[in-house]
């Protein structure tokens, strides 16, 4: 799929690839298009956050989370790149673009970070290998380049846009005066060793890490965690919250049974 800007509207569109350099009509607005790859087109420069609307109604520790961790995902950018991409995030998050929607404002002046390089010159020999030379060698590899960029882009989004969540809501138990906290895994066979050993220890209190040493959720790329909360008032609501966590983890074990074995 392409990721594009109606030029009439601005909506996002996503088109199959098969209508690359056809015309067509937007789903949106019935302006005529040019289906291409070349980068999508937004401001280079981030409207300031408190320009943009909170049309979502996000908690400000949220978007203050989203402000902050940029830098945690994006270290080989330059500072005033991580800024504008922390700006990107808070909007796209006060703004309920969803992963997506943030993805497309973060593409423009984002390069490729070293592994997706690598990947980019392995297909870019692959292709020599198979005696394509000249124009075409060129088009197909700025082709994959742009669809790197954008699953670069999307990474990014959908890691700090969680994380901005999960740290805000983080915050926000806090300050309801919850006590513990647990890692909720999504109980799949997939679920990794990291975030099973931080789902096995049940409940702690809440300022203590986790064993991966993270304090909140996600613990790593891609990762699905969340987290639960309560406040211990002596009347055994912590017990009864160990013995929940107790079995989720015990599900979680048993779905990655054929994994371990």
């Not at 040493?213 to 613990?219: D, Q, V």
Request: with cysteine.
């Amino acid at each position: 799929m392409l990721d594009i800007i109606c030029e009439h509207c601005g909506r996002a569109l996503r088109i199959p690839e098969k209508y690359l350099g056809q015309r067509g009509k937007c789903n949106h607005c019935q302006g005529v298009i040019t289906v291409t790859v070349a980068p999508l087109k937004c401001s280079p420069e981030a409207p300031k956050v408190s320009e943009v609307p909170n049309e979502s109604g996000v908690r400000d520790e949220v978007l203050e989370a989203a402000r902050a961790n940029c830098e945690t995902r994006a270290g080989d950018v330059s500072d005033q790149m991580c800024d504008q991409l922390a700006e990107k995030i808070t909007n796209g998050l006060k703004l309920g673009l969803g992963v997506e929607g943030t993805a497309r404002l973060l593409r423009e002046g984002l390069g490729l970070d070293a592994p997706r390089a690598e990947r980019l010159e392995k297909y870019r020999q692959s292709l020599i290998d198979k005696g394509i030379t000249g124009e075409k060698l060129d088009r197909m590899v700025e082709k994959e380049k742009s669809h790197l960029i954008n699953e670069r882009a999307r990474s990014i989004a959908a890691y700090e846009m969680g994380r901005a969540l999960e740290e805000g809501g983080f915050k926000i138990a806090k300050k309801g005066g919850d006590t513990h906290k647990a890692c909720i895994t999504t109980g799949a066979k997939d679920v990794c060793d990291t975030c099973l050993a931080n789902e096995a220890v049940g409940f702690i209190p809440i300022d203590e890490p986790f064993p991966s040493g993270h304090y909140s959720s996600p613990f790593h790329e891609d990762c699905l965690c969340t987290m639960g909360f309560l406040m211990d008032m002596g009347a055994g609501e912590l017990e009864r919250g160990q013995a929940r966590a107790s079995k989720r983890y015990a599900e979680t074990k048993a779905a990655r049974a054929p994994k371990e074995a």
